[in-house]
């Protein structure tokens, strides 16, 4: 269950002293990446970074990271027992959420990190990781509508939730491209709270966007890619302003190189599983904006004239079955619709009933091939793959199924 608020993640830490300080990144797309490369520049300056995103990927622990590494298992565990000790004998009654929160916070306690990068479960205003008073930086990555039965149904309503993570004093660096609903938001949000400087992105400091400029050349890179790099490198050159102020961010720059996320346009070999030899998409594209990134990617680099695109899609219950296939798929496209399995640590997240899923994708036209794949992902995989012959495969419609697939592969 989902319970907004601050006063059970404040009783569960009332006894671990946050005494590092923190990157906290809001937003509805882009959090997860912004987070990898902020974090991979601050460890890259000799700062021991701590990075806490979620849903977790493949197992629980995997979404807290120590300089970049994974949190030993048995670390994870050890610290998620003393919390939920914590929780059980003050009578606390946390969420699963919270509790994770006051793990990741609890792990970076005890490993000496200088500086967490924090991603926002939901939402930002009563989010468990709002706990943070004193951040090094704030970031407000793409907004746009999802979670409306939490937020509010309005851009503005939620756009005012995500705000919620500006602190006075404190430099937010926010992505530009936002809708300007979503900008004069946050502009008298940060104007309420006496928040520090308001960095826009992509239309920040000139030298900024030149170093930038110039790593992008010969990079090919999605547009929302160059922005989410641009806001990671802001705000890591703002954290190190009061972090380490010694060195230059720009030197920080090829460290991104390196940061993939995964789940987000991958390209997946799935040949041992399947015995298919061409690569796969495999994207978590769950709400409009990141299903209009995909579609857009799909069709500008994966589909070929006169060959359907085959999906394989699974979706949690609760999301716009219409806003998000919408921008996926084209008449003659070959659909598979199938249900993600229970997710540790999320009993409330359930998939849609690939039925339901088929339906909606009925009204839209006339497509080759509609298949209800059920619960069996092996199956699935297997249907999917001789469904496309060698065409153009794409996994999505929900991180969920994406780490099924993940789990699959390990």
């Known amino acids: 269950m989902i319970q907004p608020g601050l006063a059970r993640i404040g009783r569960l830490l009332q006894h671990t002293p946050i005494t590092w300080r923190a ?7 882009g959090k997860g990446s912004v987070c990898a ?4 520049m601050l460890r890259a300056a000799g700062l021991r970074t701590g990075r806490f995103t979620s849903p977790h990927l493949i197992d629980r622990w995997d979404c807290i990271t120590i300089n970049d590494s994974i949190v030993e298992e048995s670390k994870f565990r050890r610290a998620e027992e ?7 004998h003050a009578s606390i009654k946390a969420s699963e959420f919270e509790l994770l929160t006051a793990t990741a916070f609890e792990i970076f306690h005890q490993e000496n990190v200088n500086v967490g990068v924090v991603e926002v479960g ?11 008073q004193n951040p090094l930086v704030t970031v407000i990555t793409k907004i746009g509508k999802d979670h409306q039965s939490l937020l ?20 937010c660096v926010v992505d530009a491209t936002n809708s300007l609903d979503v900008l004069e938001v946050l502009e008298s949000t940060a104007h309420e709270v006496d928040a520090g400087t308001l960095l826009r992105i992509p239309h920040g400091g000139r030298e900024e966007s030149e170093v930038l400029d110039s790593f992008f050349q010969g990079r090919d890179l999605e547009p929302h890619q160059r ?4 806001l990671a490198f802001c705000a890591a050159g703002q954290a190190l302003r009061q972090a380490k102020p010694s060195v230059q961010i720009s030197s920080l720059l090829p460290e991104m190189e390196n940061v993939t996320w995964p789940g987000r346009l991958q390209t997946l070999n799935i040949e041992r599983l399947t015995g298919r030899k061409e690569p796969i998409i ?3 594209a769950h709400n409009a904006q990141s299903a209009q990134v995909l579609g857009s990617v799909v069709d500008r680099k994966i589909r070929i004239a006169d060959q359907p695109v085959t999906w394989m899609i699974a979706v949690s219950a609760g999301k716009d079955l219409q806003e998000l296939l919408v921008h996926l798929l084209k008449p003659g496209d070959n659909v598979l619709a199938v249900a993600f399995g229970p997710v540790d640590g999320m009993p409330w997240v359930s998939p849609i009933e690939p039925a339901r899923i088929l339906g909606q994708v009925r009204s839209f036209g006339v497509f080759n091939t509609l298949q209800n794949a059920g619960d069996n992902l092996n199956d699935a995989l297997s249907q999917a793959v001789r469904i496309a012959d060698g065409g153009p495969l794409v996994i999505g419609g929900s991180l969920y199924l994406i780490s099924d697939v993940l789990r699959l592969l390990r």
């Open 37 to 40: 490369y902020i974090s991979a």
């Open 122 to 132: 939901l939402g930002g205003r009563e989010d468990a990781t709002n706990i943070i």
């Open 152 to 171: 509010g149904d309005t851009i503005e309503e939620i756009a005012r939730h995500k705000a919620g993570i500006m602190k006075r004093g404190v430099p």
């Open 282 to 284: 495999l994207d978590g």
């Open 23 to 29: 990157v906290h990144v809001a937003g509805t797309n």
């Open 227 to 230: 922005i989410n790099l641009s």
């Open 82 to 88: 003393a919390v939920k000790s914590r929780d059980l």
